[in-house]
């Protein structure tokens, strides 16, 4: 079935470095791919998203990669900042005929002053 | 002005009451959602409605009952109410369908069942 997952749970970066958050999808039908950020006590936040045409997008400091032919998708984030420090979710929708968005299991990012 | 209002915030019950959690969208979405979050930050679609009708239904038991009175309300209805209750559930919305279109949180409703 389908599922979406991420490498590593929890990543741990000092101030000003650049961030990457993995994650990989197995259902290659997926055509739309979107990064969440989840703060303590909040609900999940749009940060960027993609779509399975291109393989690369950028936002302000976010840079989202996708790689089809392997089904990984991964978030960069520059110069991070504590206010970055949340967890991080990739989600797919499943393209089927309920066009859900499947999420993965998140990733919390750290950041060391 | 918040996009998507869910009420109450926090929520402590007994077990074997009846419950419910309210959702408004002031973003004239057409679709709207509530998800489930466990303990491990682990995020689940429960339903979708697409202008007022059930698209989605995951599984979810009967107890569990959403209600859309308009396309900018989902309520969600729990009945006899179960420890394995507890959760953080979100509810959601999006223009139609999840392709393509930016699903936007409420806060999220903490659902404690003791």
């Known amino acids: 079935g389908e599922s979406v997952g991420l490498h590593l749970p929890t990543l741990s970066v000092q101030e000003g470095d650049n961030s990457i958050i993995n994650c990989a999808y197995s259902?290659?039908?997926?055509?739309?791919f979107i990064w969440y950020k989840q703060e303590s006590g909040k609900g999940p936040q749009f940060i960027i998203d993609i779509r399975s045409n291109m393989d690369k997008r950028q936002g302000q400091r976010v840079t989202v990669l996708l790689n089809k032919t392997v089904k990984h998708l991964s978030l960069q984030i520059a110069a991070t900042q504590p206010g970055d420090s949340a967890v991080y979710f990739c989600?797919?929708?499943?393209?089927?005929?309920?066009?859900?968005?499947?999420f993965g299991t998140g990733t919390l990012l750290a950041v060391q002053p | 002005d918040t996009a998507v209002s869910q009420t109450p915030k926090y929520l402590v019950t007994q077990m074997g009451n009846d419950k419910s959690i309210k959702c408004e969208q002031n973003l004239g979405h057409d679709t709207m959602y509530w998800y489930k979050q466990d303990s491990k930050k682990f995020l689940k679609i429960m339903f979708s409605?697409?202008?007022?009708?059930?698209?989605i239904n995951e599984t979810v038991p009967n107890r569990f009952s959403p209600k859309s009175p308009d396309k900018a309300h989902l309520n969600l209805h729990i009945n006899s109410l179960e420890l394995g209750d507890s959760a953080v559930y979100f509810c959601?919305?999006?223009?139609?369908?999840?392709?393509?279109?930016?699903?936007?949180f409420g806060e999220g409703s903490w659902l404690t069942v003791v």
């Open positions: 959601a919305s999006s223009r139609q369908g999840a392709t393509g279109n930016t699903i936007y």
């Open positions: 259902n290659s039908a997926s055509d739309y």
């Open positions: 409605y697409n202008n007022k009708e059930l698209i």
């Open positions: 989600a797919e929708t499943d393209n089927g005929a309920t066009n859900k968005l499947i």
